[in-house]
T-cell receptor, first 116, second 113 residues
Framework: EADIYQTPRYLVIGTGKKITLECSQT?????MYWYQQDPGMELHLIHY???????EKGDLSSESTVSRIRTEHFPLTLESARPSHTSQYLC???????????????FGPGTRLTVL | RKEVEQDPGPFNVPEGATVAFNCTYSNSASQSFFWYRQDCRKEPKLLMSVYSSGNEDGRFTAQLNRASQYISLLIRDSKLSDSATYLC??????????????FGKGTKLSVKP
């Protein structure tokens, strides 16, 4: 069972609010990821990190920002939420694949965000 | 050309059927390959890794053809519980994708009684 957690699981919030989605993993993984996924649609990578103090933008442009101050923690922040941000946000982690290209990537249960 | 391409879905099959999913990847330097499963409104989970020699796990068989850059997943004796979206996944080797897994759009399977 994956030791990766996301809070909150569901969030309904008004336009203009600042929100932070939390993601933590206890597996000591270096790499962490944020994906955005609309219902029935494909995963889109929006942010990733190779380790502490490393953050990179993914394939899909996002107005969100991330930080990685601790290995286990990779929060995502939206400064001013809009209805277009309504989606599911999935956090994931994976150990660096220097020695094993087949390291599994684990996903958290996701945060379903609705912006009114 | 997208880095990972999968059969368009959905696949609607009766219980007990054998179903095959195909996937192609664009970069010949890719070294690791996976099939993930995603249930409706859930997170993706690893179904199986795909090795060069092909591998089998119960009713599931995965094959890799490096020359054709092609991956397949065969499910025998389909169960209702196999209904899900199956994601073909390849490790990225270039630019911003390097070291990251690249997920296909997924193929939806619906097994009917």
């Amino acid at each position: 069972e994956a030791d990766i957690y996301q809070t909150p699981r569901y969030l309904v919030i008004g336009t203009g609010k600042k929100i932070t989605l939390e993601c933590s993993q206890t597996m000591g993984h270096d790499k962490m990821y944020w994906y955005q996924q609309d219902p029935g649609m494909e995963l889109h990578l929006i942010h990733y990190s190779y380790g502490v103090n490393s953050t990179e933008k993914g394939d899909l442009s996002s107005e969100s920002t991330v930080s990685r101050i601790r290995t286990e923690h990779f929060p995502l922040t939206l400064e001013s939420a809009r209805p277009s941000h309504t989606s599911q946000y999935l956090c994931a982690s994976r150990q660096e694949a220097f020695f094993d290209a087949y390291n599994e990537q684990f996903f958290g249960p996701g945060t379903r965000l609705t912006v009114l | 050309r997208k880095e990972v391409e999968q059969d368009p879905g959905p696949f609607n099959v009766p219980e007990g059927a054998t179903v095959a999913f195909n996937c192609t990847y664009s970069n010949s330097a890719s070294q690791s390959f996976f099939w993930y499963r995603q249930d409706c409104r859930k997170e993706p989970k690893l179904l199986m890794s795909v090795y060069s020699s092909g591998n089998e796990d119960g009713r599931f068989t995965a094959q890799l053809n490096r020359a054709s850059q092609y991956i397949s997943l065969l499910i025998r004796d389909s169960k209702l519980s196999d209904s899900a979206t199956y994601l073909c996944v390849v490790n990225g080797v270039e630019g911003g994708s390097q070291g990251n897994l690249i997920f296909g759009k997924g193929t939806k399977l619906s097994v009917k009684p």
